[in-house]
């Protein structure tokens, strides 16, 4: 029977991405579980794969929208309700938003993203913390982010909302020194979950180096289970970046992120299109050039003098307004027309040596 057979984990955003995972971390071990969230069915879903997987004893689903205004009072209550114990808090539950600050986000969506990332995240730990001091017992993992500690143009509330959680979980580290209830901030870096699709953020160049949501649980399940006052998975890399956090200048970090932020690169557009164009303006050069061959061919020697005149005028023109319009198309259409322009004048000029030999 594994040692924590028993206990009991409360886990706000188990539904999805890096939630989900500490759900399943914490299932594995032998924990009883409360999942809340706003989509009981998904909840039971997940709730029955434990069972099923892992021999989970009891998984309770709490549904509740915690953007709410007293969402996290209404959760402690029915935990209390049911006689649960929580032994584990982690506030998971989050989320982000995409754009400039002052013309592109809402404000009703920063509003409920600052009461879910920050109003709920510190009543739930109120609450809870209260009775784990109580019992002398207990631990607590928020959820912060390597956006923390550096300044994140494009996403600005909620980066302010994750350095609240960072420097929130730090000052209780404090607190609570001298307990044994601990309290751990999570500080990954971008992740592979659904989080950036629903920021709006799918498209920022921060999406092409996302980690792996697997590694970034296991590195703070351990961290919480250690009593660890902080974690930042993803090795050296992510270290580095820390460390950089903490002496660069705030306007070089400002500047790196908005660069990280930034939407990626249109693709460049495709060669084939140039290839159509050119085959498209040889055609009509060599269907005009013979033309202009019959044409000439059959005409008086007053008229050839006048088509020669205005070939050139025509051509000068083609030439003039292609070579604006597209670069490389254009000069391989005029090219191929002066190319058979010349053999028609060649040609003409032949005709009207063999007709002034004639008439001699
Ligand atoms: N992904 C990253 O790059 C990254 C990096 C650093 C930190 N984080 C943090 O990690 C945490 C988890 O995010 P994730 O990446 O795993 O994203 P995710 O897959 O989108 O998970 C977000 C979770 O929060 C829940 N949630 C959202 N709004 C809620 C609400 N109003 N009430 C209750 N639950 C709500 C979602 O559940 P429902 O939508 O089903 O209700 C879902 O379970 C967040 O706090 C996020 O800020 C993420």
Redesign the pocket.
Known sequence: MNSETGKTALI?????????ELAKLFAQDGYNLVL????DE?LDRLGEVFKSNYGTDQVTVIT????QED?AQDVYNQVKAKGITVNVLVN?????LYGLFATDTDWEREK?MIH??VLSLTQMTKLFLYDMLARNEGKILN?????SITPSPLMAV?AGT?AYVYNFTQSLVNELKDTNVSITAL?????D????N?ANAENTKITDE?QD?VMVAKAGYDALMAGKPKVVPGGLKNKSYEVMAYVAPQEALAALMRDKMSQKPEPEEKEPTISLAWGIGFGIAVIAGIALTIGYKNASPYDKVRYKYKAKSAGDALSNTLSSVFDKVAHSVVDAYQTTKGKAEKFAHKEEEMLEEATA
């Open positions: 706000t955003g188990a539904s999805s991405g890096i939630g989900q809340v969230g706003r989509s998904k509740k929208d915690l953007s969402a998971d539950a989050g989320v982000g409920s879910l990332n959820l912060a982010s390597l956006l909620y994750k500080l990954p870096n971008a992740t979950t659904d989080f950036f629903k996302l949501p």
